[in-house]
C-alpha cells in the first residue's frame, strides 16, 4: 500500500499530540523514541514529502532490525528520518543503508546487542554520494554536513526505535560510543589513487553502493615524517596490532583509512593489493603482548593449529589474510590515517542503489514518484 | 532455543543479572515469552575456573528445579 493517509486511519500507525515542538519532544523522550536530542516532529506532510523518494509499498518491510527484529517499512523509517533531520532526497540512500546492515553476514543482532563499542559504520560511494553532498573530505565524521549528521542519525533511531537497541536493555555495549549517534561518510573518490572501495567489493564504478561495517571509531595515524609510501604503511601497520582487539581473534575485515595524502605516498609505489599484503604481513603483535591468561585461554585455543604452545616471540595478525582488508581514501589535507577495528564477529556488506524493478540508480530522482 | 522450547522440550537460558531483561525481551521476540531464564552472578567473563564451576554450580539447582517442574 502507498497511501499514506489511508494508512494512517489504522489503529497505532500514527498518535496524536499538541501542535507544540517542546510537548512533542517531551512526548518522544517519554515513549524512548529518542537518542536524546530533540527532533522533527515527523508530522504526516513531512513524513509524506520523505515518502516521494520511495518507490516501494509504504507498508512493506525491506528488512527487520535486530534485536526486536522490528520491521523496517518505508512509514516507519519515513518517520524515523523526519524526525533525524533529513532532507526528503536522502530517503533513497537511508532505506538502502538499513537494508545492507541487516543482511545476514554483518550479525546486525551482535552488533546492537554486544558489550562492545562498535556501531554500523556507513560509506558512500558512486554519483549519489556527490548528488546529496556526503562530506568525504575535511572532518568527513563530522560535524558540519547534513548528509551525513542526518542520515547517520537517522540509522540510529531505526535502531533504536525500530531494532530496540535501547541501552542497558537491547543494547549492552559497556561504553556506548560517539559512532552511536551517526556514522556515515563517503569516500573521497577524487582524491583517491586507487579504485574506489565499491569496486574493490565487486561492484561497477558507476554504481552509487554502501558499505557498512560494524566498526569502532576511526583511531588515527599521525606520519608526518615518513618520505616514502613504504613508511606510512610501516606506521599505519603498527597502529593496528592492538592486544585488546576484537579483530586478532576472528578472521575479521578491519578498515584501514587513508588521508589522501598518505594515500598519493603510498601509491607512487604500492597497488592497492600490494599495500593490503604488506599491511597484513606487517600488521601484528608478539604473544608476549597479551596477558599469560589470554594465552592460555583465547590463544592456544583460536589458534590451535599455529600456536598451541606459543613462544613469545610469535606473532599474531590485525588480519589474517590480505584480502580480508578494507581500504579507503577518505579525508582532507593533512599527514593522517586512520584505522577502524570491528565487532570480529561481524562482516562487511557492500550494497547497489537500484530502483525496485532492479536497475542500477543514477539519481535518488529516480526514486521519486509522480 | 526458542524452537526447542516451541517443541516441548525442557528448555532454559542462563545468563547472568545485567542480561535478563534482554533475554526476557528476546524470548517475547521469538513467542516464547514464558522461556525460563535462570540467573547466574556476573560477570562471566573474566573469571578463574574455579569461579566458572561456581557459576555452574549455581545454575545446576535451578535447572533440576526447572527440570522437576516440568516432569511433575
Redesign the interface.
Same mark, same amino acid.
Given at each position: 500500500m502507498s497511501n499514506l493517509a489511508q494508512m494512517l486511519q489504522t489503529a497505532g500507525s500514527s498518535i496524536e499530540a499538541d501542535d507544540d515542538f517542546d510537548a512533542i519532544n517531551a512526548l518522544m523522550r517519554e515513549k524512548g523514541w529518542s537518542d536524546g536530542l530533540p527532533i522533527v516532529p515527523p508530522t504526516e506532510a513531512r513524513v509524506a514529502a520523505m515518502l516521494a523518494y520511495c518507490d516501494r509499498p509504504f507498508d512493506q518491510p525491506i528488512a527487520k532490525i535486530a534485536?526486536?527484529?522490528g520491521e523496517a517499512t518505508p512509514l516507519r523509517l519515513a518517520a524515523n528520518a523526519v524526525m533525524a533531520g533529513c532532507q526528503p532526497r536522502y530517503f533513497p540512500l537511508y532505506m538502502l543503508a538499513i537494508e545492507a546492515m541487516c543482511e545476514e553476514p554483518l550479525n546486525l543482532y551482535g552488533v546492537q546487542?554486544t558489550t562492545h563499542l562498535c556501531a554500523p559504520l556507513v560509506i558512500v560511494n558512486g554519483p549519489v554520494a556527490r548528488e546529496l553532498d556526503i562530506n568525504c573530505g575535511h572532518n568527513a565524521f563530522g560535524p558540519g554536513h547534513q548528509a551525513n549528521a542526518s542520515i547517520g542519525r537517522a540509522i540510529r533511531l531505526a535502531l533504536v526505535n525500530i531494532g %530496540?537497541a535501547i541501552p542497558?536493555? %537491547?543494547d549492552?555495549s559497556t561504553f556506548g560510543s560517539p559512532a552511536k549517534y551517526s556514522y556515515l561518510v563517503a569516500e573521497n573518490e577524487a582524491e583517491s589513487p586507487w579504485q574506489p572501495l565499491h569496486v574493490d567489493r565487486g561492484f561497477p564504478a558507476e554504481a552509487s553502493a554502501v558499505t557498512v561495517i560494524g566498526a569502532e571509531c576511526p583511531h588515527n595515524v599521525n606520519d608526518h615524517e615518513s618520505l616514502d609510501g613504504e613508511g606510512v604503511l610501516m606506521t599505519i601497520a603498527g597502529t593496528m596490532g592492538i592486544a585488546g582487539s576484537n579483530d586478532i581473534y576472528y578472521q575479521a575485515q578491519p578498515l584501514v583509512i587513508m588521508g589522501p595524502e598518505h594515500a598519493k605516498a603510498v601509491a607512487a609505489s604500492f597497488s592497492k593489493d600490494d599495500a593490503r599484503r604488506f599491511l597484513q604481513q606487517h600488521a601484528h603483535l608478539t604473544v608476549s603482548k597479551l596477558s599469560r591468561d589470554n594465552i592460555e585461554r583465547r590463544v592456544r585455543v583460536t589458534f590451535k593449529d599455529r600456536l598451541a604452545n606459543p613462544r613469545p616471540d610469535d606473532l599474531i595478525y590485525a588480519v589474517q589474510r590480505p584480502e580480508d582488508l578494507l581500504i579507503a581514501v577518505i579525508g582532507g589535507a593533512g599527514k593522517h590515517s586512520a584505522f577502524v577495528p570491528t565487532f570480529g564477529a561481524t562482516l562487511p556488506v557492500t550494497r547497489a542503489l537500484k530502483t525496485v524493478d532492479g536497475r542500477l540508480a543514477k539519481s535518488v530522482e529516480d526514486f521519486r514518484r509522480g | 532455543m526458542a524452537n526447542l522450547q516451541k517443541r516441548g522440550l525442557t528448555t532454559a537460558v542462563i545468563c547472568s543479572g545485567p542480561f535478563l531483561k534482554l533475554g526476557q525481551a528476546q524470548a517475547r521476540v521469538f513467542g516464547v515469552p514464558e522461556l525460563p531464564l535462570l540467573v547466574i552472578p556476573h560477570p562471566l567473563g573474566g573469571i578463574a575456573i574455579d569461579q566458572v564451576k561456581a557459576r555452574a554450580e549455581h545454575a545446576l539447582p535451578l535447572f533440576a528445579k526447572l527440570l522437576k517442574e516440568k516432569t511433575q
Open positions: 534485536p526486536r527484529w546487542a %530496540g542497558a536493555l %537491547g549492552m | -
